[in-house]
C-alpha cells in the first residue's frame, strides 16, 4: 500500500490551497484517513481525520480554516487550506488505516504518506 501526498507549495498568508493524498495497491478497504502536519521543530501535531463514512475531526487549532473531505471511489482524501500566517507553515503527512489481503486472511496497518510541504509567505 502507497499514500502519495501533493498539492503543497509556497502561498501567500490568506490565500487557499487544496492537498491531496491517494491511497494505492493491496487494499480491501480503507477506514479512518488523516492529516498531521510537522513544523521546522520536528513537532508533528493531528490536523484532522475523516471516517470511512465521512464524517471529520479536527483539531481546534484549524477547526473552520481546514476543511477535510474524501471520495472513496479513488480511495482519496483532500485537505482545503484557508491560510492564515507563518504559522500554517510545515510539512502535511496523510495517513490511512488501511484493512488489506494477505493469503485468505485480512490484515490492518495505518500507512503514512511521504509528505507535502507548504511554505507561506506574508
Known amino acids: 500500500v502507497q499514500l502519495q501526498a501533493s498539492g503543497g507549495g509556497l502561498v501567500q498568508a490568506g490565500r487557499s490551497l487544496r492537498l491531496s493524498c491517494a491511497a494505492s495497491?493491496?487494499?480491501?478497504?480503507?477506514?479512518?484517513m488523516g492529516w498531521y502536519r510537522e513544523d521546522r521543530e520536528g513537532e508533528r501535531e493531528f490536523i484532522a481525520r475523516?471516517?470511512?463514512?465521512?464524517?471529520?475531526i479536527y483539531n481546534d487549532l484549524v477547526k473552520g480554516r481546514f476543511s477535510i473531505s474524501r471520495d472513496n471511489g479513488k480511495n482519496t482524501i483532500y485537505l482545503q487550506l484557508n491560510i492564515q500566517g507563518p504559522e500554517d507553515t510545515a510539512v502535511y503527512y496523510c495517513n490511512a488505516d488501511v484493512v488489506y489481503f494477505v493469503g485468505t486472511y485480512y490484515s490492518q496497518k495505518i500507512y503514512w504518506g511521504q509528505g507535502t510541504k507548504v511554505t507561506v509567505s506574508s
Open positions: 475523516i471516517t470511512e463514512d465521512g464524517r471529520p
Open positions: 495497491g493491496n487494499i480491501f478497504k480503507i477506514n479512518d
